[in-house]
């Protein structure tokens, strides 16, 4: 198991290239699943959860191929069943459930099981298919899904916490293929959705307003193959962005899509970062002091929750008192209890972490739980005065590709080690 030691104190400049969309291209590769011909996907980023999904892609029976950052797939003749052995290391894999049952009208799949980030229930994903048709029972551990015939109907896709993702592509996989016009009410709005839908209608599905709450698909009798090129990775480009006021350094992120990234841009301006826009380019650095901010998540086009812990490292290192209220996950605050060994105080009141900045941070060896915790450690070692050893780093290469030589190029110092 690999960690990262970080030598703090250097400020980042430089250009940066984004990637492609983890959250984008994981239900991509599964839509490809819905059609014998063969799909070609563009600006693949090289994750560790891009190739656990081409790994479920290839158990279920498709050929899968990534020759730099282009991905092919074809699925000829697929089975229906994906196993617990891989579907549990990646909860994203659920979004075969959809698909599958779209095209073969039967699935069964493991349910995914625990995440550190708190509960992670499907049951919005199981009423929606449901209500296409589908009749679902839990067995053994599995989501056993079958349908007669899938009918396109009404699906409302709210829950506790807003609307959902995956939730939305695993109905919005299966509707392309019923019979009739389902209609999703409540559906999750963000970029990655829309960049779905673009895919599945460049395999000629029908589908009308996505990235909006509601969205209508009128199904067809199949699907053909198609091309299609993944949007920029909204949430490396704020790692990057955040790590740059962070550190006090000024870096041009390019390939991004800052109309994707309207509520991290404007709290990074309150708090008085500059941020300057040029096309698909971005440029970042301080503008002054540091001011404190009230940040709450919520679903697209609110503030994103894969930025919640990377934004609060910022929160750390700027004087006064700033409130973070996580309203999708609530219990995504591991990262505080490292933060806190490197010198940050941080008390968690119910689904709020109250940030008193201003402190200086100083190295020390801190444990990654999950993907973005990993990235604001990181973030945290850059400034930290010393050396901060992040260890259980492959949680970092899930969902940021090559991010050590990015970092290395933007001038930090830093280096990967082998863990005893
Ligand atoms: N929820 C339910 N019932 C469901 C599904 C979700 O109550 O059936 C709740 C969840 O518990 C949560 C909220 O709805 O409170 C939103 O969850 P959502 O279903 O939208 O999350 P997801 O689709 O499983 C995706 C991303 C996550 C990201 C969330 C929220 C992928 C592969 N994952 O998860 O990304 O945090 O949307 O934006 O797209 C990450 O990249 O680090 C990551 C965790």
Redesign the pocket.
């Known amino acids: 198991m690999d960690s990262l030691s970080i030598k703090g104190g250097v400020p980042l400049h430089g250009e940066v290239a984004i990637g492609g969309a983890?959250?984008a291209v994981?239900?991509i590769m599964a839509a490809s699943l819905l059609t014998a011909e063969p799909c070609v996907i563009r600006r693949v980023p090289r994750l560790s959860?891009v190739s656990f999904m081409g790994q479920i892609l290839t158990s279920l029976g498709a050929r899968v191929n990534l020759d730099g950052d282009t991905l092919k797939i074809q699925a000829v003749k697929i089975k229906g069943v994906g196993d617990y052995d891989l579907i549990r290391k990646m909860?994203?894999s659920?979004?075969i459930l959809g698909p599958l049952l779209g095209r073969l009208r039967r699935a069964s799949v493991s349910l995914p099981g625990g995440c550190v980030?708190?509960?992670?229930?499907?049951?919005?994903?199981?009423?929606g298919l449901s209500q296409l048709g589908a009749r679902i029972i839990i067995e053994g551990g599995y989501v056993r899904a079958r349908a007669q015939r899938l009918m396109g109907g009404e699906v409302f896709l709210g829950?506790?916490?807003?609307?959902?993702?995956?939730?939305t592509?695993n109905v919005m996989m299966a509707a392309v293929l019923a019979e009739g016009v389902t209609i999703i009410e409540s559906a999750?709005c963000?970029p990655?959705v829309v960049d779905l839908a673009n895919f599945l209608s460049a395999m000629g599905a029908r589908i009308v307003g996505a990235g909006s709450p509601t969205v209508t698909i009128t199904g067809v009798k199949e699907l053909h193959g198609a091309e299609h090129e993944v949007i920029p990775d909204r949430?490396e480009a704020a790692t990057f962005a955040i790590a740059t006021a962070a550190t006090n350094g000024e870096v041009t992120l390019l390939d991004a899509r800052p109309d994707h990234m309207h509520a991290v841009l404007d709290k990074l301006r309150e708090s008085g970062v500059k941020v300057e826009r040029r096309g698909s380019a971005l440029t970042v650095k301080r503008g002054g002091q540091l001011k404190p901010v009230d940040i709450t998540t919520l679903?697209?086009a609110g503030f994103?929750?894969?930025v919640q812990a990377q934004m609060m490292v910022l929160m750390t290192l700027t004087p006064g008192i700033s409130i973070i209220t996580e309203r999708?996950?609530?219990s995504r605050f591991m990262h505080v209890s490292e933060l806190a060994r490197l010198g940050a105080d941080i008390a968690i009141e119910g689904p709020s972490a109250i940030v008193k900045g201003g402190r200086p941070l100083s190295g020390a060896p801190v444990m990654a739980s999950?993907?973005?915790a990993s990235a604001a450690l990181v973030i945290a070692g850059l400034v930290a005065k010393g050396t901060t050893q992040v260890k259980r780093i492959y949680h970092l290469d899930r969902?940021y590709e090559k991010i050590d030589d990015k970092l290395k190029r933007l001038g930090a110092r830093l280096g990967r080690m082998e863990e005893s």
Request: hydrophobic letters at 35%; aromatic letters at 4%; glycine letters at 14%.
């Open positions: 983890k959250n994981l239900p959860d909860r994203g659920i979004c980030i708190g509960p992670r229930p499907i049951d919005l994903h199981l009423k829950g506790r916490a807003g609307p959902t993702v995956l939730g592509a999750a963000e990655e949430i679903p697209y994103p929750t894969d999708i996950f609530e999950d993907l973005r969902g």
